[in-house]
């Protein structure tokens, strides 16, 4: 008979990861990347990895990789210390019951369940997860809130080499100065690749009303979270006024957030991330919901490692209702990852690695070397 998967131990590392180049948000700059790796030991000896990761701080969600590693250590590994991976959504709702809010700290410990019983189960944790869809994903190229040369010359080489479209970081200035800005960096692009942008939440519904038509005739195509994640009116009206379609990040984290966001239309697409949800199968009920409702979503990263970023993927792979691609190019940004090989990107494509659990092993070198100090 196979094994239960008694869970004998849980273990956190913060490590520091260096990034190839800085990424600028709306109101931080990023220049490295630290995440909180997540091992799950059970009583055979089976490790399974999971990876919290917010992109650059605390200012996204209100986590940070410190405060997950204090709630993993703390409160979520003695709910599930003893128990058996074959019961992982009663341990997954465990944690619910306990422990509120903290979705990304979550995420993290559960990717780890989820790799070690796949692990024990001997297959790709997609197949656990109901098997492939698609082998691989496509890969949006994003670039930080930057000087139009700058961006434009990175995009540019990022579309040769594949990239079908890229995102771009806006908010970080003036909102009539960063759309002059995007103006002129997308009479470059957009006759070339998709642009998309990314406001984060900058902008209240009139400065949106006012100057998003202005970035649709620029030839962007595709606006992420141009209003704060509270204000589902602003989205509603604002996906009503543009022809190009309106993502939702921050205002898309719950399953309920999904029903919302759904009856009223307030969103085009979703981005679906299993970070800010927290885990797999949460967003496995977003993306359901999404499917349901005939809405498109879009595979979004949190700027994880090689690690977090096969979390991300291994789901997306499973889901039809993922028809608008992913922007899984943490691994790109870093100069260095944990896992034991890189992953496996090509033509602008994410492919799916075909080993048990989330497919690739750690490489404990790296871990140890870029492990932060107590
Ligand atoms: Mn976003």
Redesign the pocket.
């Known amino acids: 008979m196979t094994s239960l998967g008694l869970i004998e131990s849980v273990r956190t590392t913060l490590v520091d990861l260096p990034l190839a180049r800085p990424h600028r948000f709306r109101d931080t700059t990023m220049v490295t990347q630290t995440v909180l790796l997540v091992r799950v030991r059970t009583d055979d000896g089976v490790v399974g990895a999971g990876e919290g990761a917010v992109p650059g701080g605390p200012w996204w969600s209100g986590e940070s990789v410190e405060t997950m590693k204090l709630i993993v250590d703390h409160y979520l590994a003695p709910l599930v210390v003893g128990g058996e991976l074959s019961r992982l959504p009663a341990l997954r709702a465990r944690m619910d019951r306990l422990v509120a809010a903290n979705e990304f700290a979550k995420c993290a410990l559960e990717t780890a369940l989820w790799d070690a019983w796949a692990r024990i189960l001997g297959v790709p944790l997609a197949s656990l997860l109901g098997g492939r869809f698609r082998d691989t994903i496509p890969v949006t190229w994003a670039i930080g809130a930057d000087d139009p040369d700058v961006v434009v010359e990175e995009a540019l080489a990022k579309a040769e080499s594949g990239h079908a479209s890229i995102k771009l970081k806006m908010g970080a200035q003036p909102p009539d100065a960063d759309v002059a800005r995007l103006e002129k960096i997308a009479a470059s692009l957009a006759p070339k690749t998709s642009v998309r942008v990314?406001l984060?939440g900058a902008w209240d519904l009139l400065t949106a009303t006012r100057l998003l038509p202005r970035l649709q005739d620029a030839g962007v195509d595709l606006v992420?979270?141009p209003s704060p994640a509270h204000d589902v009116d602003a989205l509603e009206r604002l996906a009503a006024l543009l022809r190009i379609p309106v993502?939702a990040?921050?205002s898309l984290r719950t399953d309920h957030d999904a029903l919302v966001l759904a009856a009223r239309r307030a969103a085009d697409v979703f981005?679906l991330k299993i970070g800010k949800s927290g885990g797999l199968l949460a967003a496995q009920r977003i993306a359901a919901v999404a499917h349901a409702a005939g809405i498109p979503c879009h595979g979004?990263t949190g700027i994880e490692s090689g690690l977090g970023t096969l979390a991300g993927a291994q789901l997306m792979c499973t889901l039809p209702a993922v028809t608008y691609g992913s922007e899984l190019f943490g691994p790109l940004l870093m100069a260095d990852d944990l896992l034991a090989e890189p992953l496996d990107y090509r033509d602008g494509l994410l492919h799916l690695p075909d080993g048990p659990g989330l497919g690739i092993d750690l490489d404990e070198d790296r871990i140890a070397h870029y492990a932060r100090g107590p």
Request: aromatic content about 0%; overall charge negative.
């Open positions: 990314d984060n992420e979270q993502m990040d921050e981005s979004g």
